[in-house]
């Protein structure tokens, strides 16, 4: 990584790019960001993107595309059957990763529908450091079930643990031997744990899960959509990998497991997504799904100028000052809400900040979704959109009951080289606000709740007048200020 140290001794993330194209944003008066989220149905992703000032919801399909990415588009091979761009995407793929077969998909979550149909069946488990929603709606939609062995550090919110997204190897070993060889369908390990808080995962614990899965005879699978920041984190904080390729710590990572699956809205700042494989068995077995929900076997649902750009930009994964910028963003942020009292995630991760909703909304009954309710408040107070991480984001019980969540987090992601640090300091500003008045926010409840992935779609309302009291305790203390 670049070294560059500022006179002035300030830790500053500076920016290893310059910005060539920009896009307008317009932040509402407060009133009117108050009657977008009673509209939105106090639910982050009902929003119109027109009524949001920062857009922190999530990185997926929004991050910043380089000048070669764009480039590559314009030569992309339009073909249904047997494009070039498709055989040039799948080089890199193979070159990266070492693995021998690719299957384009249109995003992560058809990865995952394809690995559930081949290889979960009715009542097997699949063990992982942790879930990512659709992953678990997927195996849940297959009979499956899904056991969760992450270490303990990985829950903890203060935490000095650098890699919080390690699976405990004494909690995996434990499973195996309760649940039986025979009834797991695979490991999985997910690259930057998403729901802890985009926290990584080592490349020791990666090798020792590899271990444990090859002697045992089990399928290792790796979710890579969250690779690029897990990379940065390998080799600044992995002392083994610090003289080591960022290439090489890949090309490593493909040797030690069987499957790798990837989000391209996530992993080279591009759309789609894909599977990899070097095992022929896996690999036909999973290739006949992908002519069915996909597309033929070189889109598997993505237009050909997406697939350039994924090319283009998986290649520049692999250089640190590009994969650097997010997380020393997502540090500086955390820092900055940390020196202000504002209750965060740490050591900080990748993908975004993370806020504990748990503490800063601790007079909120959990019921009433104390990180959903945040994402609200905050929203209100700045006009920065985030995304609830807790209890909201679970499916109900059979019975009908809350799964309360571990951890309630309100995350602010920070898409790849999208926001710039005054921005960052804007939104760090308005939650040191809404945190010294954190008492006004109040809890939620469900108007319409969907069965499945009810974050996504559900409507909700405020348990009482919490929103427009807020409101007016943000014009008596800002004036005229937007
Ligand atoms: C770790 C992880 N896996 C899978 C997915 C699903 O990917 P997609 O949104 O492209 O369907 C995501 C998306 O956020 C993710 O973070």
Not at 13 to 18: C, I, S, T, V
Not at 110 to 125: H, L, R, W, Y
Request: proline letters at 3%.
């Amino acid at each position: 990584m670049s070294n560059v140290t500022f006179f002035s001794g300030e830790n500053v993330p500076l920016e290893m790019h310059k910005v060539r194209m920009v896009q307008k944003i317009n932040l509402l008066p407060i009133e009117e960001r108050l009657a977008c989220m009673k509209e939105a149905g106090f639910n982050t992703f009902l929003l119109k993107n027109r009524a949001v000032f920062l857009d922190m919801l999530t990185d997926s399909g929004v991050n910043a595309m380089s000048e070669n990415q764009y480039a590559a588009m314009m030569q992309a091979d339009d073909s249904y059957a047997g494009s070039e761009t498709f055989f040039r995407l799948e080089a890199t793929l193979q070159d990266i990763f070492g693995m021998k077969h690719f299957l384009p998909a249109h995003q992560g979550r058809a990865c995952e529908n394809i690995i559930a149909k081949v290889f979960v069946t009715p009542g097997s488990t699949a063990i992982m450091n942790y879930h990512f929603t659709t992953t678990k709606a997927h195996i849940h939609l297959m009979g499956g079930k899904v056991e969760e062995v992450i270490g303990d550090e990985g829950f903890k919110i203060d935490s000095t643990e650098p890699f919080k997204g390690n699976l405990d190897i004494n909690k995996l070993n434990n499973a195996i031997e309760r649940i039986g060889v025979e009834n797991i369908c695979f490991v999985r390990i997910e690259a930057g744990t998403n729901l802890v808080g985009g926290q990584p995962v080592s490349m020791q614990n990666v090798r020792e899960v590899s271990h444990i899965c090859r002697r045992e005879g089990i399928t290792l699978v790796y979710d890579a959509s969250l690779l690029a920041d897990n990379l940065y984190f390998i080799k600044v904080r992995e002392a083994a990998y610090a003289d080591v390729d960022i290439k090489a710590i890949t090309r490593e990572i493909g040797e030690l497991t069987d499957i790798i699956y990837f989000s391209a809205r996530k992993l080279g700042a591009a759309r789609g997504g894909g599977i990899l494989t070097s095992n022929d068995e896996m690999f036909n077995k999973m290739r006949e799904m992908i002519p069915l929900y996909e597309g033929f076997l070189t889109y598997g649902g993505m237009s050909v100028r997406e697939m350039e750009a994924m090319n283009v930009g998986l290649q520049e994964t692999m250089d640190i000052n590009v994969i650097s910028q997010t997380p020393i963003f997502v540090k500086a942020f955390a820092d900055e809400l940390q020196a202000r009292g504002v209750p965060v995630v740490t050591p900080s991760g990748g993908l975004g900040c993370h806020i504990d909703a748990q503490r800063f909304c601790s007079h909120i009954p959990q019921t009433q979704y104390r990180a959903g309710a945040l994402a609200a408040a905050v929203f209100i107070a700045s006009g920065v959109r985030g995304m609830e991480r807790g209890t909201m984001s679970e499916q109900r019980n059979d019975d009908g009951t809350e799964r309360l969540s571990e951890v309630e987090l309100l995350r602010l992601a920070i898409p790849k080289r999208v926001f710039t640090l005054s921005q960052i300091k804007y939104a760090a500003d308005r939650i040191a606000w809404l945190y010294e008045n954190r008492e006004l926010i109040g809890g939620l409840e469900f108007d319409e709740e969907p069965k499945v992935l009810r974050f996504f779609f559900g409507r909700l309302k405020a348990t009482s007048d919490w929103a427009e009291k807020l409101a007016a305790k943000f014009r008596k203390d800002f004036g005229e200020s937007l």
